[in-house]
């Protein structure tokens, strides 16, 4: 990778050119459950040369992270530029038969595109072998949110905006099938974080993430390929990210950085320099907001997002994330990160981080060995964070000195200002854009 730039840098030197530019094709290529474990990222042990490629030949983003730590809310928010909360769509898989619409002046990016004349395709076949979930998990109600399932059935010359959707690193069929690739990664060899305890069911749960990713970047690479092959790779700008974070305990459906840090890579041919490092702070929602600038679409009133290039790029000095129900396990927790302190507010410290939920005791093979572990009295350290029978109300973490988040500030006096700070940024984000939660701010 070549230096690394701020948002502010990079808006400067892409300046002459904006105005020349041609409107490009959009290409989403979404991974379902995944962090930033990616050879580009310089995570060790797996082998991901189509998107380190893609890297290469764009730019990476180190720190973008999701509204939000599983599917359903993640999608309603980047899908529309708008924070979940702030539409109504912050319950996991919620307002399915209800008829529940979205606010006035809100509408889908595929609706923005579509009036730019765009066509609009959620992709079910993006390249010979290679199925796209068609996953879509809005928490509203839309009519034709897509014109097709492939952006090969679009008018000659119409430029196309088009979502592929890999279900590789999801929990389910694809953990079987990625241990059926030639080479696997040896459990023994993974790095566990602190949280969790050195136990072969452990090691083996990661190891088999990391092999997913290995088979992600499989079928990501074969899309590559059919962009070129049917010519469409110099003019089609490509956006790879994950939906939230990675399925393994104490990440999805939790807002620690493994919940909502998502890869973000972006190839732009002529429009953005190959190996370019960014390390600005991005919540999903802008590249909603990417996606209308590069087409020439103006934004919305009431959009959330903001661009990652052009006059309306601005840094963020934070991002936001929330935590509501999932599945069946009702909870509300708040977070907001700077590049240096995470503050999670947690709303029901009553309700443990082990309260019942199907879906992930039934999925996360970790939990059931944590359990065990913990009523032999065997967990030790930050292994017993997670088993606790209450949550603290507050959490604050150096994210740069503590990228594991172990370590709680909360109570230290030495950090009392960045608490405070902290929680009136949040206070004041919830005033904007969250009618969910009263202000609690620390005084």
């Not at 983003?61 to 529309?80: I, M």
């Not at 897509?146 to 590789?168: I, L, S």
């Not at 082990?354 to 572990?373: C, F, S, V, W």
């Amino acid at each position: 990778m070549q230096g690394m730039i701020t948002r502010r840098e990079f808006t400067a030197a892409l300046l002459p050119q904006l105005a020349r530019r041609e409107r490009p094709n959009i290409l989403w290529l979404i991974a379902e459950d995944n962090g930033p474990q990616w050879g580009c990222y310089r995570y060790p042990l797996v082998r991901t040369p189509n998107v380190d490629r893609l890297a290469a030949s764009g730019e990476l983003f180190r720190h973008a992270f999701t509204p939000a730590p599983v599917c359903s809310p993640s999608r309603s928010a980047w899908n529309t530029g708008m924070y979940q909360t702030s539409i109504g769509a912050h319950h996991h898989r919620s307002h399915r038969d209800d008829g529940y619409r979205l606010p006035d002046g809100v509408q889908l990016v595929s609706d923005h595109l579509r009036a730019q004349g765009y066509f609009t395709a959620n992709v079910l076949q993006p390249a010979p072998g290679i199925r796209g979930t068609g996953k879509t998990d809005f928490n509203f109600q839309v009519e034709r949110p897509f014109d097709g399932d492939h952006w090969n059935q679009r008018k000659p010359g119409q430029p196309f905006f088009a979502q592929v959707n890999f279900q590789a690193t999801h929990k389910g069929p694809a953990f079987p099938e990625a241990r059926k690739q030639g080479e696997v990664i040896d459990p023994a060899k993974v790095d566990l974080p602190p949280y969790w305890p050195d136990h072969p069911v452990v090691r083996d749960e990661f190891a088999n993430y990391l092999d997913c990713v290995n088979l992600l970047d499989g079928k990501i690479g074969k899309v590559l390929e059919q962009l070129e092959k049917e010519g469409l790779a110099e003019n089609t700008a490509v956006f790879f990210f994950g939906d939230n974070g990675r399925c393994l305990i104490r990440g999805k459906q939790w807002l620690y950085d493994a919940g909502i840090h998502v890869p973000l890579v972006v190839r732009w041919p002529g429009g953005v320099k190959p190996g370019t490092v960014r390390e600005d702070l991005v919540s999903a929602i802008d590249i909603s907001a990417t996606a209308l600038w590069l087409a020439g679409a103006p934004l919305p009133e009431k959009m959330q997002g903001l661009p990652l290039y052009g006059s309306q790029a601005n840094p963020r000095d934070a991002i936001f994330a929330a935590r509501d129900r999932c599945d069946d396990t009702m909870d509300r927790i708040r977070a907001v990160r700077t590049a240096r302190y995470k503050l999670i507010r947690n709303d029901m410290p009553d309700r443990p981080y082990t309260q019942h939920n199907d879906y992930i005791e039934r999925q996360y093979p970790t939990l059931g060995a944590m359990k065990q572990l913990h009523a032999e009295g065997k967990l030790k350290g930050a292994e017993t964070l997670f088993m606790q029978a209450r949550k603290p109300k507050l959490e604050l973490y150096d994210v740069r000195n503590d990228p594991h988040e172990v370590r709680n500030l909360a109570e230290s006096a030495a950090h009392r200002g960045e608490l405070q700070k902290l929680s009136r940024m949040l206070d004041d984000w919830a005033a904007k854009f969250d009618p969910t939660i009263p202000e609690t701010s620390i005084k």
